[in-house]
């Protein structure tokens, strides 16, 4: 098994490529502590590495962020022989329920305007997002203001806002005119 590694935006994040799905198409799942990821083996296994400071799991990579003190030239090898054992033991990804399912803060008269800003985010964002290791959430619409969560490689990094304010809010308001801001909002 060869598993590459490529580099996101956040210098603190590194995304790994094990060659075959990972979540496939069962969504997106991100963990922001050891005690988060009970419900996945993998990112349990990931996070008894120490420097480990959170765990993503894409499609068909996984992304892991280190922490401050943590050197990516002792703890690269590390995650990448995880990922391998974990690979050719046949254990299983997820435990139970597969993606996240949190609660969304949206008015149901705005049913029209939410499926168009879904559909948008779905076929333009998400995967220039998932290219950099990470994901982009729709957590909800209310007056206006969509509001979105960034995960992954993208949660933490210094350049989200500005993907978020910039592109993000500019691409919704062109195409979405109810649309006024666009706000991130943590997990």
Known sequence: MFIETEATPNPATLKFLPG???????????????EAATRSPLAARLFQLDGVARVFLGADFVTVTKTHES???????????????????????????????????????????????????????????????????????????????MQGACSGCPSSRATLKHGVENMLRHYVPEVVAVEQVEA
């Open 20 to 34: 075959q799905d990972v979540m496939g198409a069962r969504g997106t799942a991100d963990f922001i502590s050891e």
């Open 71 to 149: 050197d990516w030239a002792e703890l690269r090898p590390q995650v990448l022989g995880a990922l391998m054992e974990h690979a050719m033991a046949g254990r299983p990804v997820m435990a139970g329920d597969e993606a996240e399912d949190d609660a969304e803060d949206t008015d149901p008269a705005d049913a029209e305007v939410v499926a168009q800003i879904k559909e948008l985010l779905d076929t333009r964002v998400r995967p220039a997002v998932a290219g950099d290791g990470g994901d982009i959430v729709f957590r909800g619409f209310r007056d206006g203001i969509v509001k979105l969560r």
